[in-house]
């Protein structure tokens, strides 16, 4: 990187971690009329996001009317927005604030019945709603670790390191390294992440129905399974806009258990669909999640395998 494009990227961290703490202190209601002013500034003029959360919606969503999916789209980004804007608060508000604002968790039991029985709890956490305050409350109330990819913008590292770390969470690498941690902290019985709605790279997955089309999909969890005999739940933290979140904690789809990977997949990606369901709008819709389909038509080789040693 060049020295004009390093000053830059310095430059635009600053920015964006001096938001994130000014933002910190506002009220929810504030954040949420914020956010109802940007998501239809996206809408409009960010092609890239309108384009493809416009083909996820009809792909996955073929029986609603065009004008139904357009409004499901306009509120999806600003959802997304509100997440952006919501990051300080989750990294950097009061914790007493932060825990003031999940107004309700259901299904906890499921983590504390695994726990009891000496089982360790994989969560499932897909890109809905507030995943960052779900990850606040989960690294507040139990031992939890989570895989971390260093951000895009090298420069805003310390701050994304300090804000998901800050009630404890501990963070791994997305390596053999990691998952080895991950092993370990499941058979201490802790509670550890995985974002179950993510492309691995080619070899770390198969294909499996998403909402009836085939997505590549990560075999990590079924070996992390066999391995530690583990419960699976999936969990989110779903925006009650204005006022605060809802966490809610559902059983896993009993495929995840398979030993077949194609199966298992099949059912994270069932787990997903079924937090979708709680809120269709709270869901990341412009993610890629069928790119590799169209790689795989368009005959792209395989690249590594990630493995468990």
């Given at each position: 990187?060049?020295?004009?494009?390093?000053?830059?990227?310095?430059?635009?961290a600053r920015a964006?971690?001096?938001?994130?703490?000014?933002?910190?202190?506002?009220?929810?209601?504030?954040?949420?009329r914020l956010a109802?002013?940007?998501?239809?500034?996206?809408?409009?003029?960010?092609?890239?996001?309108?384009?493809?959360?416009?083909?996820?919606?009809?792909?996955?969503?073929?029986?609603?009317?065009?004008?139904?999916?357009?409004?499901?789209?306009?509120?999806?980004?600003?959802?997304?927005?509100?997440?952006?804007?919501?990051?300080?608060?989750?990294?950097?508000?009061?914790?007493?604030?932060?825990?003031?604002?999940?107004?309700?968790?259901?299904?906890?039991?499921?983590?504390?019945?695994?726990?009891?029985?000496?089982?360790?709890?994989?969560?499932?956490?897909?890109?809905?709603?507030?995943?960052?305050?779900?990850?606040?409350?989960?690294?507040?109330?139990?031992?939890?670790?989570?895989?971390?990819?260093?951000?895009?913008?090298?420069?805003?590292?310390?701050?994304?390191?300090?804000?998901?770390?800050?009630?404890?969470?501990?963070?791994?690498?997305?390596?053999?390294?990691?998952?080895?941690a991950l092993l370990?902290?499941?058979?201490?019985?802790?509670?550890?992440?995985?974002?179950?709605?993510?492309?691995?790279?080619?070899?770390?997955?198969?294909?499996?129905?998403?909402?009836?089309?085939?997505?590549?999909?990560?075999?990590?969890?079924?070996?992390?399974?066999?391995?530690?005999?583990?419960?699976?739940?999936?969990?989110?933290?779903?925006?009650?806009?204005?006022?605060?979140?809802?966490?809610?904690?559902?059983?896993?789809?009993?495929?995840?258990?398979?030993?077949?990977?194609?199966?298992?997949?099949?059912?994270?990606?069932?787990?997903?669909?079924?937090?979708?369901?709680?809120?269709?709008?709270?869901?990341?819709?412009?993610?890629?999640?069928?790119?590799?389909?169209?790689?795989?038509?368009?005959?792209?080789?395989?690249?590594?395998?990630?493995?468990?040693?």
């Amino acid at each position: 990187m060049g020295k004009a494009a390093s000053r830059s990227s310095a430059l635009q961290a600053r920015a964006i971690a001096t938001l994130w703490r000014v933002l910190a202190g506002r009220r929810l209601a504030t954040l949420w009329r914020l956010a109802r002013l940007v998501g239809p500034l996206v809408h409009r003029f960010s092609r890239r996001e309108r384009e493809v959360t416009a083909a996820n919606l009809a792909a996955v969503y073929p029986d609603r009317g065009a004008d139904e999916r357009r409004r499901l789209a306009r509120q999806s980004l600003t959802h997304s927005a509100a997440t952006m804007l919501e990051i300080g608060f989750a990294w950097q508000g009061a914790p007493e604030r932060v825990e003031a604002s999940i107004l309700a968790v259901h299904g906890r039991e499921l983590l504390d019945e695994a726990r009891a029985e000496g089982r360790g709890v994989i969560v499932l956490a897909p890109h809905f709603g507030n995943w960052e305050v779900l990850n606040f409350w989960l690294s507040s109330h139990f031992p939890f670790t989570a895989m971390y990819e260093p951000p895009k913008i090298a420069e805003l590292d310390a701050v994304t390191r300090a804000g998901r770390e800050r009630m404890g969470a501990s963070l791994v690498p997305t390596n053999p390294r990691g998952v080895a941690a991950l092993l370990k902290a499941l058979k201490r019985s802790e509670a550890i992440g995985i974002l179950p709605d993510q492309e691995p790279d080619w070899g770390s997955g198969v294909f499996a129905p998403f909402f009836g089309r085939l997505a590549y999909t990560a075999t990590l969890l079924p070996k992390l399974v066999a391995r530690t005999q583990a419960r699976v739940v999936t969990g989110v933290a779903r925006r009650l806009p204005g006022r605060g979140f809802e966490i809610h904690f559902l059983p896993a789809d009993e495929r995840v258990y398979a030993a077949d990977e194609a199966e298992s997949a099949t059912g994270v990606n069932a787990c997903v669909e079924a937090a979708i369901a709680l809120d269709p709008a709270q869901y990341q819709w412009e993610y890629k999640r069928y790119r590799k389909v169209i790689q795989e038509q368009e005959g792209h080789p395989e690249h590594r395998r990630f493995r468990i040693y």
